[in-house]
């Protein structure tokens, strides 16, 4: 189970959304590697050592936050090179993000 309790915390009630944004970019990239769904978005094996994320939008429903988030990363080709050594690709992904009133996070490819 994922939690983004620092997230979930900096989404305003009654005010502007100022910082959300920063926050949730931050929790998201500072996940364990392999937390995200971003093997359905590629072909080839993902890496996960340089990734970024870019919130794109973010509305509370309901009690919940719903965000839709861009995720720059890796993939690794094998055996395209000389050498016959993987070769890696820059790839991106969109992500919906479901932030639950006790902050537990779905992921969702979009």
């Known amino acids: 189970m994922i939690a983004l309790p620092l997230a979930r915390a900096a989404w ?3 005010t502007p959304k100022d910082g ?3 926050v949730l970019k931050r929790e998201i990239e500072a996940l ?3 937390s ?3 093997a359905q978005a590629v072909s080839w094996p993902v890496d996960e050592r ?3 994320v870019m919130v794109m939008g973010a509305e509370a429903v309901d009690g919940q936050i719903h965000a839709r988030i861009g995720v ?3 993939e690794i080709i094998a055996g395209c090179s000389c050498g016959d050594e993987p070769q890696m ?3 991106y992904a969109e992500l919906a993000v479901l932030i639950a009133a006790d902050a537990t996070a779905v992921f969702s490819p979009l």
């Open 12 to 14: 305003p009630k009654d």
């Open 20 to 22: 959300f944004a920063g």
């Open 32 to 34: 364990p590697r392999g």
């Open 36 to 38: 995200l769904p971003l």
């Open 50 to 52: 340089d990734l970024r």
């Open 72 to 74: 720059f990363f890796g």
């Open 89 to 91: 690709r820059a790839a």
